[in-house]
């Protein structure tokens, strides 16, 4: 995964420092490039600065959830929504596992290990071309 993915640019909204820290070691150690966001509204902000490959959002995090953001992204930067992963550690509730079948997206269960990290990465980068 390393030679293809050097001009990869990866915006994780995780507000877990301990996943944050797994997702930004892990990937960085691919070769991409990652920025981290707390929450969705500061993830919308970097979205508006950058352009990203994959977008990696956590269903559930504070001042914009996942789920709000993924539809700013359909309605600001539909380029990027073949390369948003959603995380979530609640596939039981709130309809987040109907929210995920609908929208069509990879996801990852929490909790996740890297190696399971990168095989999602590597699957959205797949079809997103690169």
Same mark, same amino acid.
């Given at each position: 995964?390393?030679?293809?993915?050097?001009a990869v640019r990866v915006l994780v909204v995780e507000d877990?420092?301990?996943?944050?820290? &797994?997702?930004?070691? $892990?990937?960085?150690g691919e070769g991409f490039k990652?920025?981290?966001a707390t929450n969705g509204s500061l993830a919308?902000?970097?979205?508006?600065?950058?352009?990203?490959?994959l977008v990696?959002?956590?269903?559930?995090?504070?001042?914009?959830?996942?789920k709000q953001l993924y539809q700013s992204i359909l309605e600001s930067n539909p380029e990027v929504v073949n390369? &948003?992963?959603?995380? $979530?550690?609640?596939?039981?509730?709130g309809g987040t596992k109907s929210f995920l079948e609908?929208?069509?997206r990879l996801f990852l269960?929490?909790?996740?290990?890297?190696?399971e990290l990168k095989t999602v990465v590597k699957k959205a980068l797949g079809r997103i071309g690169k």
């Open positions: 995964m390393k030679s293809a993915s050097k877990e420092p301990v996943i944050s820290r &797994v997702c930004l070691q $892990t990937l960085r990652v920025d981290v919308q902000g970097l979205l508006g600065e950058k352009e990203y490959d990696i959002i956590d269903i559930r995090t504070p001042v914009m959830n996942g390369g &948003v992963i959603f995380t $979530t550690g609640d596939l039981l509730g609908q929208s069509g269960p929490k909790p996740f290990t890297p190696d």
